[in-house]
Nanobody
Framework: VQLVESGGGLVQPGGSLRLSCAAS???????AMWWYRQAPGKERELVT?????????NYAESVKGRFTISRDNAKNTVYLQMNSLKPEDTAVYYC????????WGQGTQVTVSS
């Protein structure tokens, strides 16, 4: 199992980023996927999740209306579209497959700053 995040970077407040998590080594379409983040000095927190079919999602209150999770099972990839970014969104973002084992990507840094 391998999860590889990409798409992070430096963005100004109010800007947007799209993160990707490319999965391999398992049948991607069978598993729910989650995005987490960890800000400096803080615990890792769940941001959003999506079921295996991609038709059910959940969001942390702090990102509702700004972030959108989606997946493309043909491409074995889960996405996180982040709009209206705020400085408090600065963190390392991780994707996770939480079931049948517990697998995490290496993370991608998102920095929101002017």
């Amino acid at each position: 199992v391998q999860l590889v995040e990409s798409g992070g970077g430096l963005v100004q407040p109010g800007g947007s980023l799209r993160l990707s998590c490319a999965a391999s080594g398992f049948t991607f379409s069978r598993y729910a996927m989650w995005w987490y983040r960890q800000a400096p000095g803080k615990e890792r927190e769940l941001v959003t999740s999506i079921n295996s079919a991609g038709d059910s999602t959940n969001y942390a209150e702090s990102v509702k209306g700004r972030f959108t999770i989606s997946r493309d099972n043909a491409k074995n990839t889960v996405y996180l579209q982040m709009n209206s970014l705020k400085p408090e969104d600065t963190a390392v973002y991780y994707c996770r497959r939480p079931s049948a084992g517990d697998y995490w990507g290496q993370g991608t840094q998102v920095t929101v700053s002017s």
